[in-house]
Structure formats: C-alpha cells, structure tokens
C-alpha cells in the first residue's frame, strides 16, 4: 500500500468517525425519545470507537491527533452539559407552577383512571410550556454550539489532511 493511500484510508476512517458523531448531535436533537436513545448509543460507539483508533495509531499520527480531540470533546462536552442543566433546573424548579400537582396531592382532584393522570399531565405541561421551552433552550443551546463548532472544526481540519492544533483546549 502506497504511502498516500494509507494517508486516504486514514482520512477517510477519520471522516467516518466524524460523521457518525455528527449522526449523534443530529438524533440529540430530534425531540422524540426513541431518538434520544438511540443517540446515546451512538455517542458511545463513537467514544469506544475512537479510544480503539487511538490506541492502535501512532502518537504523532493524524488519527491520533484527532481522536483525542473527539474523545476530549465527547467528555469536555458532557460536563457542559451537566452544567447547564444543572443552571437550567436551578432556574426552572422555584417557577413551576405546581398548582395541578398540589391540587391531587390534598385529594381536590381525582386520577383514578390513566385517563385522568395523562389529563393531569398534559394540563401540567400546558401551564408550564412556556418555562420549560426556556429551560430546555437553557440547557442545551450552548452545549449543542459547542458540540456542532467541535465536530465542524474537525472535519474541515481532517478533511484537508490536517492536525488540529492545541488539541487539550476546552474551547
């Protein structure tokens, strides 16, 4: 195998990863569960993936080199976003307006029936609608630019058979 070929495979392996992980950050924000589910799983094989890449590739190599910035901003990324939940739950929890909840917990209201507790739910979630859209753009905006930035970065950097430099940043 000639020296450039291995260097396209090598991109080309790189390229992959990239687009499996921009796979995740697309399924993260498709609102439907099933998608947040799969999303995690694939952010995990993605993590996985990239360790064993990086374990197998030489420390000056460009595979090398890129996976620890995948592998970085997976877990850099993650701890953004545990904080901004974190800061989003602080702001959403004293703004509930738990008048429905409070009204079934003294017995004002009746949820005998799954019919009556999704009733319940879905008056809650009305109430609320607007402070929990304010939450959840709180919590996943800035994590989400982050993760987008990250993974651009790196496909344009790979895609020319580049390095990214100052790989240990957290920005």
């Known amino acids: 195998m000639t020296d450039k070929t291995q260097k396209d495979n090598e991109r080309q392996t790189i390229l992959g990863l990239y687009g499996a992980f921009a796979a995740t950050i697309i399924a993260h924000l498709y609102p439907v569960g099933i998608m947040g589910l799969l999303a995690i799983c694939l952010a995990i094989a993605v993590m996985i993936y990239a360790y ?14 890129h996976m620890v910035y995948i ?9 953004y976003l545990l904080i901004f939940m974190a800061i989003a739950l602080f702001y959403l929890w004293p703004r509930v ?4 909840i ?11 029936t799954p019919e009556d507790i999704k009733s319940v739910e879905i008056r809650f979630m009305l109430d609320n609608k607007q402070l929990m859209l304010e939450s959840a753009l709180m919590a996943f905006t800035l994590p989400a630019f982050f993760f987008i930035y990250r993974c651009t970065k790196g496909v344009i950097r790979a895609a020319k058979g580049y390095r990214l430099n100052n790989i240990r940043s957290w920005f």
């Open 52 to 65: 064993v890449l990086k374990a197998k590739a030489e420390p000056s190599s460009l595979t090398h080199n």
């Open 102 to 112: 409070n009204m079934v917990a003294r017995g004002e209201l009746s949820v005998a």
């Open 71 to 79: 592998i970085r901003t997976i877990w850099i990324g993650s701890v």
């Open 97 to 100: 307006d738990m008048t429905l």
